[in-house]
């Protein structure tokens, strides 16, 4: 039995950890489905996602004694996903992350069974999310809408599922645990 990993992607803003928050409260034993926790240098006071706090001298020493099985830098923080994703795919686990869309193309080199998922939201919402969220100075944002405007016309891939997250969250969360149970259904059929 092999695992499968759910690669959650986005723009800041996008809604990712209200969709990642969403599937929680809805996921059951029978989807056998882990939400990976991203290890991050960013304090847990500044709101988002449920991710694990650490220093960057922490951080340095997971990265630099293999704990990490990805791990970049975007924004002023490190970003990491632990090796134990790895270890759950390997033992046939379905896993959701919050990955970066600069790395897909690492991510799919180090595992074979991956869904790319983007969530796709327009570019003024976007921008009144990130202001309502007020964790960036309005310089911070542009940057970061110039970030994702860059990066939408590299990520180009006929594997890619999209998650439209401009209207209800509730809809966004129907549509990413529509992929969930649809691509575990399709695994189940085939052991």
């Known amino acids: ?34 939400i990976a926790h991203r290890y991050i240098t960013r304090a847990v006071s500044a709101g988002g996602e449920n991710h694990i706090h650490l220093t960057e001298s922490e951080f340095e020493l997971r990265k630099n004694n293999g704990m990490f099985c990805m791990h970049w830098a975007s924004h002023g923080h490190l970003y990491g996903i632990g090796k134990e994703v790895e270890i759950w795919v390997a ?27 983007m969530v796709t939201v327009e570019t003024e919402q976007l921008k009144k999310r990130l202001i309502q969220r007020g964790r960036e100075s309005l310089t911070e944002i542009d940057q970061r809408l110039k970030q994702h405007a860059s990066l939408l016309h590299l990520l180009q891939d006929d594997s890619m599922l999209y ?21 575990s259904n399709l695994s189940l059929a085939k052991t």
């Not at 439209?164 to 809809?171: F, P, R, V």
């Not at 969360?173 to 649809?182: G, P, Q, R």
């Open 1 to 34: 039995m092999s695992g499968h990993l759910y690669y959650l992607m986005g723009a800041s803003g996008s809604g990712k950890d209200s969709l990642l928050q969403g599937c929680r409260q809805r996921l059951e034993h029978s989807h056998n489905v882990f």
């Open 163 to 183: 998650i439209d997250n401009n209207n209800s969250l509730k809809a966004g969360i129907d549509a990413l645990m529509k992929i969930i149970s649809t691509e």
């Open 91 to 117: 033992q046939g686990h379905r896993v959701i992350i919050n990955g970066s869309r600069g790395h897909l193309a690492a991510a799919k080199e180090r595992f074979r069974s991956i869904t790319p998922i």
